[in-house]
T-cell receptor
Framework: AQSVAQPEDQVNVAEGNPLTVKCTYS??????LFWYVQYPNRGLQFLLK??????LVKGSYGFEAEFNKSQTSFHLKKPSALVSDSALYFC????????????FGKGTTLSVSS | GAVVSQHPSRVICKSGTSVKIECRSL??????MFWYRQFPKQSLMLMAT?????????EQGVEKDKFLINHASLTLSTLTVTSAHPEDSSFYIC??????????FGSGTRLTVV
């Protein structure tokens, strides 16, 4: 079965420091991986996705993610965190069949302190 | 980019009444839409997949008679929570998939049943 794991409920970093939000996946076939961010009482905003190509994917707001096939990971990173990055982050995988719903991890709350 | 408009953003209703939530794709046609439910600080749980012109496919454990889904056009899907009870209070999010834009999410609806 396809699944996504986000092992950390919360990540705390100081403003200006690099941040990493972890994600591992389990899929059959080639993975289609996504990261979304959610602010309180809002929908999901797309950050980036990996389908094929370079393992390092650059996305919105300075975020990037590295696809690692051997470790089945897709960690989200940012070199320098901002207080405004504080939000709930979701990693998601698309099942092998096109047009099917994304499967989400449980989410990781990122808290950036000033 | 693609925009999915979801209304209302917040609704409070009395127990036993019904509430309709609309999800519109504004600049693309969405043959498939998804409805998710999210509890506080938890992940998104897929409720159903809505296909234009056909019956929705519900996930296991979701009551199809309580959560009525209609996808009558390529730009509109609706979720009606019938005979709502306090335990139906939640955050509901729709998502549309398009071959050009991928997955786009609505801004969510906070339903409170009193």
């Amino acid at each position: 079965a396809q699944s996504v794991a986000q092992p950390e409920d919360q990540v705390n970093v100081a403003e200006g420091n690099p941040l990493t939000v972890k994600c591992t996946y389990s899929v059959s076939g080639n993975p289609y991986l996504f990261w979304y961010v959610q602010y309180p009482n809002r929908g999901l905003q797309f950050l980036l996705k990996y389908i094929t190509g370079d393992n390092l994917v650059k996305g919105s707001y300075g975020f990037e993610a590295e696809f690692n096939k051997s470790q089945t990971s897709f960690h989200l990173k940012k070199p320098s965190a901002l207080v405004s990055d504080s939000a709930l982050y979701f990693c998601a995988v698309r099942p092998s069949e096109a047009g099917t719903a994304l499967i989400f991890g449980k989410g990781t709350t990122l808290s950036v302190s000033s | 980019g693609a925009v999915v408009s979801q209304h209302p953003s917040r609704v409070i209703c009395k127990s036993g009444t019904s509430v309709k939530i609309e999800c519109r794709s504004l600049d693309f046609q969405a043959t498939t839409m998804f409805w998710y439910r999210q509890f506080p600080k938890q992940s998104l749980m897929l409720m159903a997949t809505s296909n234009e012109g056909s019956k929705a496919t519900y996930e296991q454990g979701v009551e199809k008679d309580k959560f009525l889904i209609n996808h009558a056009s390529l730009t509109l899907s609706t979720l009606t929570v019938t005979s709502a009870h306090p335990e139906d209070s939640s955050f509901y999010i729709c998502s549309a998939v398009d071959s050009n834009y991928g997955y786009t999410f609505g801004s969510g609806t906070r339903l409170t049943v009193v």
